[in-house]
Nanobody
């Protein structure tokens, strides 16, 4: 399993960025997939995830500003981030919880992270 995150960078407050996570998950069933972030000195926190093929879950701090989407044909999950704030500055990680069999054990996988810096 490989998760390749990209799209981070430096953006001014109020600006936008789109993160991409290209996933290599052939042969696995996906319990959930999405994005976490970790700001300096803070614990990693959920940002937005697909809990199923259609159900999503967002952190309260990003609701209305961030949108998670996916392209199944490309096995890619996106995070569109609008109205960015300095407090959104963090390393953003793509993650997936997968299993081989319907009632089998799950395994968590993490991408390498991409840095988002919101600053003027």
């Amino acid at each position: 399993v490989q998760l390749q995150a990209s799209g981070g960078g430096l953006v001014q407050p109020g600006g936008s960025l789109r993160l991409s996570c290209a996933a290599s998950l052939s042969g696995f069933m996906i319990d959930f997939m999405g994005w976490y972030r970790q700001a300096p000195g803070k614990e990693r926190e959920l940002v937005a995830v697909f809990m199923s093929s259609t159900n999503t879950n967002y952190a309260d701090s990003v609701k209305g500003r961030f949108t998670i989407s996916k392209d199944n044909a490309k096995s890619t999950v996106y995070l569109q981030m609008n109205s960015l704030r300095p407090e959104d500055t963090a390393v953003y990680y793509c993650t997936a919880k997968v299993r081989k069999f319907l009632l089998g054990p799950t395994t968590d996988y993490w991408g390498q992270g991409t840095l988002v810096t919101v600053s003027s």
